[in-house]
């Protein structure tokens, strides 16, 4: 079965510092991966996505994840945050082909410390 | 610029009480979806469309029904509200080839 899994339900760090958060899946397939983003009273808004090619893809506001096939993994970085990247940070598969669903992960609730 | 709209934004019912809540995309995809969003679940898929006229059952249907009047319009109908109900509900839009999902605002509601 299809699941994505984010195994910190929150992290805080320092401004200035840099993060990571983990995002793994399960599929049946080759997977479209991607990151989204949903600042307070806000919809989800697209970070970054992966279909192919390089495994380390770039985002916006300086985020970039690697793909690592053989681990099943879609982590997030960033070398240096910002207060403002304080938002709950989703993780979601789908398939490549046909009509399939996204998959979400539960989310990350990221603070950053001033 | 693709949007969604989502109306309303906030809604108060009683127990029992009949709830639709409406979605608007003017991106021309042919794909709609409910989502509804509680903490430590995520977002779990409720129903969604591949165009007008069609509905598709999700992960978490019990409670819901939808329809998908034209390509532009969906919407969530809650017909005897439950407390278990209260959430936030998001639309998104998508094509064919699930590249990128797009969220509405989100409405927030509350069941008494």
């Known amino acids: 079965a299809q699941s994505v899994t984010q195994p910190d339900a929150r992290v805080t760090v320092s401004e200035g510092a840099s993060l990571q958060l983990r995002c793994k899946y399960s599929y049946s397939g080759t997977p479209y991966l991607f990151w989204y983003v949903q600042y307070p009273r806000q919809g989800l808004q697209l970070l970054l996505k992966y279909y192919s090619g390089d495994p380390v893809v770039q985002g916006v506001n300086g985020f970039e994840a690697e793909f690592i096939k053989s681990n099943s993994s879609f982590h997030l970085r960033k070398a240096s945050v910002h207060w403002s990247d304080s938002a709950v940070y989703f993780c979601?598969?789908?398939?490549?082909?046909?009509?399939?669903?996204?998959?979400f992960g539960k989310g990350t609730s990221l603070t950053v410390i001033p | 610029e693709a949007a969604v709209t989502q109306s309303p934004r906030n809604k108060v019912t009683v127990t029992g009480g009949n709830v639709t809540l409406s979605c608007r995309q003017t991106?021309?995809?042919?794909?709609m979806y409910w989502y509804r969003q509680d903490t430590g679940h995520g977002l779990r898929l409720i129903h969604y469309?591949?165009?007008?006229?069609?509905?598709q059952i999700g992960d978490v249907p019990d409670g819901y029904k939808a329809t998908r009047t034209t390509q532009e319009d969906f919407f969530l109908l809650l017909e005897l509200a439950s407390p278990s109900q209260t959430s936030l509900y998001f639309c998104?839009?998508?094509?064919?080839?699930?590249?990128?999902?797009?969220f509405g605002p989100g409405t927030r509601l509350l069941v008494l």
């Open positions: 979601a598969v789908s398939a490549n082909t046909g009509y399939q669903n996204f998959y």
């Open positions: 991106n021309s995809h042919n794909y």
């Open positions: 998104a839009s998508g094509t064919e080839n699930q590249d990128t999902q797009y």
């Open positions: 469309s591949y165009g007008a006229g069609n509905l």
